[in-house]
């Protein structure tokens, strides 16, 4: 094989040929995206070399298929540079030849295919399973657009088609030769389309190597030639375009599916290519059927690719010749299934009108399938319990539910962190975690060291490596090596220093993109994360208003208020219509008051447009204090939360999803929590009167968003969200206002000793490595895969 420069005059030379040969330029007159190709082709060179060494390597008996509908990846340079040990290298050679390597790092676009969590989550998963050496393979849908770019137009938000591959896709290797067709419809009124594979090589942080396999669609011909030569061009393209659409555009809606027949296409299209791909490689490889629960096992991610079961039944008994007993027992041995919500409209349920159209004979096949289960069903538990487990539901329309489906195929069914887990046996799936109890487990989130504090967060990093080592990188309990430290007055003051500075890292990003900066004296408070309601922004958003009403109403000294700027970070799904309500509210309150004197500019909201991995990679490393305020029994376990505990952000936030274990590990003294549990939230709601004992400071804040003051005296506009937290609010937001206000109180008399604080800080850092996406993937490893 030949070998890949790993010399600095080794890698001036292939960039300079890349730039030549590729490009056709000299160095003199490239352009940015000239040297930025460039260097992606010289570094995908090193990829490459990667993914053949680890192909030669011996064989692990199973592969780990990764079923996602969503991989929101963040930009591929800095990782890549970091995973093939070519930093310092590329660094070097690049300065030698007068080219500007952070230019080139900016001038990527990163692959925004994902909503939020379980998109990144994917992404984490994949890399840690690449440096654990697993073999493993991701599945995924290669859309044409990722999740939509979003501005502000009067505070509102505007959506944009996310164009991430205008320019080229250069991390991507085309696999034309493993094109499937994949076929939809009936035998009278079928159609099909072409599934085209790209792989994006995953490098394992300085080994080994996964792949990274998305689907892009085709028609079978690309063009209707005799319609063209009649000039009917509109006709000569259709089936390209009808074909194209499938992998064309990302749903943007974050759990809350529309039962739209083209996510269902998606979701088959990428299913059954992947299904396909991995039944073909174990024939190919001398292996049989009888083999496949040996050597490979498809983890769902979330119920999306679940349509993956039937097809794979229809695989063995339509064109494999198998009998059903054998197949189903095969199909059986094959899946697990991780739930990511506990939100009842998230659940996936698909119109059975809607199969029987577009997939009958899947349709045929999950009957089936229900109708044996159920004989079990009856004879165990008896008649009564048949409705509530069918996978067919009968109202409001007969339909197919897709978490049964995936509950029953499954080896096993996993929740994303102890208190969601746990919530999935009690509330979501009761009567599956008696029928199959050892089934259910946990396996708590992690996030991947490598992007989100070696390289997010370079200074704190730097200071990690020189008091214990580096051996965190790839083992981050190693972490809790640091807690001496936190007793060390030099330690704190050099920790303090870090977070300072990576204040003006954000500042530098803030002031290019948002033409906006945040004081670096100033507290900084973050919510970044999907705008929904149960996540309650607005709790967070009426405590600002009901700080900036004490101030000019006069009963509260300016100078009295903890200095903070309070950032926000969120997308809403297009359709979400209360959810764009409160972006346009956060809009407004941080424009009136950041334009107010009064408060002497020791209260600023800011809300940077377009949060995106790219952005989360500088703001979590600046942050003073993470948000994780969700309705208890809400956020299924959150990643971001961890993302900031593991940068030395402190935690305000309620006891939900992971927050419970980052509080168990850092210790009460350590985290702010409030707010009422989940069987608190459970005993109140069905009594729940939300406009009858109003706190005071809320009362202020809703009075005067209602008076008009953010919009300009309009009282309209604004209105729907008052009377929606007076009549309903669903996620309860008053009953845990003054809690949350008390919590602040809390974190402003904190933060008021910063050595405190950063020792509080440390401690954090310290004692959060049990956060790693590769304890996570050893989990499964353990509890899953078995
Ligand atoms: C359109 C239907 C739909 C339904 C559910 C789309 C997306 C979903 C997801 C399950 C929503 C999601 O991203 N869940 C998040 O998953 C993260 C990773 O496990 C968790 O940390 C978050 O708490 C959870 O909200």
Redesign the pocket.
Known sequence: MIAPPTTVDGFVTEFLLNLAQDRGVTLQDSTVDDRYLALVRTVRGHLAARRLETERAPRERKTICYLSAEYLLGRQLDNSLLATGLEDIAAEALAACGVDLDELRAHEIEPGLG????GR?AACFVDSMATLGVSSIGYGIRYEYGIFRQSFENGQQVEHPDAWMRGGSPWEFPRPERARIIRFGGAEDGWAVRAVPYDFVVPGYRSGAGILRLWSAEALEPLDLPAFNAGDYERAVRAKTFAENLSKVL?P?????QGKELRLQQQYFFAAASVGDVVDDLLAGGGTLDDLPERAIFQLN?THPVIAVPELMRLLIDEHDLGWDTAWAITQRCFAYTC??LLPE?L?VWPVDLLRRLLPRHLDIIYRINEEFLLTVRERLGEERVAAMSIIAESPVRAVRMAHLATIAGVKVNG?AELHSQLLRDAVLPDFAEFFPQKFTNVT?GVTPRRFLRLANPALSALITEAIGDGWVTDLERLRELEPFAEDAAFRDAFAQVKAGNKKRLNDVLRVRDRTEIDEEHLLDVMVKRLHEYKRQLLRLLHVVDTYEGVVSGRVAASALQPRAVLFGAKAAPGYVMAKRIIHLINAVAGVVNDDARLEGRLRVLYPANYDVTLAERVIPAADLSEQISQAGK?????GNMKFALNGALTIGTDD?ANVEIRQLVGDENFFLFGMTEPEVAALAPAYRPGESVDAGARRALDLIASGAFSGGDRSVFEPIVTNLLTEDRYMVLADYRAHADAQARVDAAYADPDAWTRAAVLNVARCGYFSSDRAIRDYQERVWG
């Open positions: 909503n939020g969590g379980l989550l749903y809606d974050d759990s809350s599916p979330d990511h919500t998230a996936e994303v989130n956020e299924a376990s959150g990643t999803g």
